[in-house]
């Protein structure tokens, strides 16, 4: 071969010992990348598992609450039947217990404070404070006049320029 180039094939290599084969670098990073993913998805899923398990516990105490709020209106619905007038002291908003407080303070008494106590069904303590004897009594009066309050109990009376004084009284309701 003298004057040409020599061209060498390359043989196949039939010997025994087994060689590494080389995985390209391309394959190597797209195998990585996919099981990134999967990580990725099962985690994802995991949480999708868990938001998915809350919502359901979240649904079970809404329809407790719906079964509740039913048998509630139910039983108001057999009460408003049976012609009782208003509403239970246990059902009673304080925001209607101090406007028919409210109804029966004469201009020249004031509320110091108000106590309720659903508990008891609807026993209200007034500590009251009246510019004189003749105020206290209107409001005895009204209280024991009023329709929304039962059981008025008058409590030891500090005179002095003012009367001050604690009236315990059960809220009974009435309509509105």
């Given at each position: 071969?003298?004057?040409?180039?020599?061209?060498?094939?390359?043989?196949?290599?039939?010997?025994?010992?087994?060689?590494?084969?080389?995985?390209?670098?391309?394959?190597?990073?797209?195998?990585a990348v996919g099981l990134v993913a999967i990580v990725l998805s099962g985690g994802?899923?995991?949480?999708?598992?868990?938001?998915?398990?809350?919502?359901r516990s979240r649904l079970d105490d809404v329809r407790r609450e719906v079964e509740?709020?039913?048998?509630?209106?139910?039983?108001?619905?057999?009460?408003?039947?049976?012609?009782?007038?208003?509403?239970?002291?246990?059902?009673?908003?304080?925001?209607?217990?101090?406007?028919?407080?409210?109804?029966?303070?004469?201009?020249?008494?004031?509320?110091?404070?108000?106590?309720?106590?659903?508990?008891?069904?609807?026993?209200?303590?007034?500590?009251?404070?009246?510019?004189?004897?003749?105020?206290?009594?209107?409001?005895?009066?009204?209280?024991?006049?009023?329709?929304?309050?039962?059981?008025?109990?008058?409590?030891?009376?500090?005179?002095?320029?003012?009367?001050?004084?604690?009236?315990?009284?059960?809220?009974?309701?009435?309509?509105?």
């Open positions: 071969m003298a004057g040409g180039a020599a061209v060498v094939s390359r043989q196949p290599d039939f010997s025994t010992t087994p060689r590494p084969s080389r995985v390209p670098v391309l394959e190597t990073v797209a195998v994802a899923a995991w949480r999708a598992r868990d938001e998915a398990r809350v919502a509740a709020a039913t048998a509630r209106l139910t039983s108001l619905e057999a009460s408003s039947r049976t012609g009782r007038p208003g509403l239970a002291a246990a059902d009673a908003e304080p925001a209607r217990i101090v406007a028919d407080v409210a109804t029966v303070l004469p201009g020249d008494a004031r509320l110091e404070r108000l106590s309720i106590d659903y508990a008891r069904g609807g026993a209200v303590e007034l500590a009251v404070v009246a510019r004189d004897a003749s105020a206290w009594d209107r409001l005895l009066d009204r209280l024991e006049q009023a329709p929304q309050f039962r059981e008025v109990e008058p409590g030891p009376e500090v005179r002095d320029a003012e009367v001050r004084s604690l009236v315990r009284a059960r809220w009974v309701g009435g309509p509105r």
